[in-house]
């Protein structure tokens, strides 16, 4: 029987470097990435359906009423969320699927899909953390403000994660998703129906 794919959230600070971790997940690893609906306007350079489906507000209201998304949030005044049809394809066939989404979003996928795994991206320090904001320079100074006021609050809710991942390196930070993830896939509870077909083929023989 074919295994079901996993679903892999993954949250973080703003401005800690989700978007290239994640990039680099499914460039060197394969993962399957969800890209969600946001009625956040696109910053310079992203593109409809690449970063995100851009919607207005009356879209991703009708998106919520029609059931087309498995969970959704509002972030520093915007709407965002996972659209169902892309997720529940891939897990059918087998693949694992990365949702980069925030705290709220994480804590509703985990009552849902309680074999998901959750994992925190963290800068190696709050000043760290706020230079990398900074530095993006896509964002004006107030969103900035805003941002670092909603890391305050998402530092609370490090503990709902299952792993903490540091992201100094980003190499090195690549590889800890990585490991995390098959760690996980090798857990005995994950291959149970895998042990039951080992243990009646070693009878058999
Ligand atoms: P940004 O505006 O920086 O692209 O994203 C802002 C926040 O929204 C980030 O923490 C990002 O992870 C989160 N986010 C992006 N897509 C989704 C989604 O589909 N659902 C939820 N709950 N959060 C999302």
Redesign the pocket.
């Known amino acids: 029987m074919e295994k079901k794919g996993t679903l892999i959230v993954?949250?973080?600070?703003?401005?800690v470097g989700?978007?290239t971790v994640v990039k680099r997940l499914v460039e060197d690893y394969g993962y399957s990435l969800?890209i969600?609906?946001?009625t956040?306007a696109p910053?310079e350079g992203e593109v409809d359906g690449r970063?995100?489906y851009f919607k207005t507000r009356e879209e991703f209201m009708s998106l919520i009423d029609y059931n087309g998304?498995i969970?959704?949030?509002v972030?520093?005044d915007?709407y965002?969320?996972?659209?169902r049809a892309f997720v529940e394809r891939e897990l059918a066939a087998g693949h694992n699927v990365i949702?980069?989404?925030?705290?709220?979003?994480?804590m509703?996928i985990k009552s849902q899909y309680p074999d998901s795994v959750l994992i925190f991206l963290t800068a190696p320090s709050a000043e760290e953390l706020k230079n990398r904001l900074i530095g993006r320079g896509t964002e004006d100074p107030a969103v900035i403000e805003k941002?670092m006021k909603r890391a305050v609050e998402?530092s609370e809710d490090m503990e709902q994660y299952e792993y903490i991942v540091v992201n100094d390196d980003l190499d090195q930070c690549v590889k800890d998703v990585n490991s995390v993830i098959v760690a996980k896939s090798c857990r005995l509870e994950e291959n149970k129906e895998f042990m039951n077909k080992m243990k009646a083929e070693l009878k058999a023989l």
């Open positions: 993954v949250s973080g600070f703003s401005g989700k978007g969800s969600s609906a946001t956040r910053r970063e995100y998304l969970e959704w949030a972030y520093v915007n965002y969320g996972t659209p949702l980069e989404i925030e705290v709220q979003g994480a509703n941002r998402e």
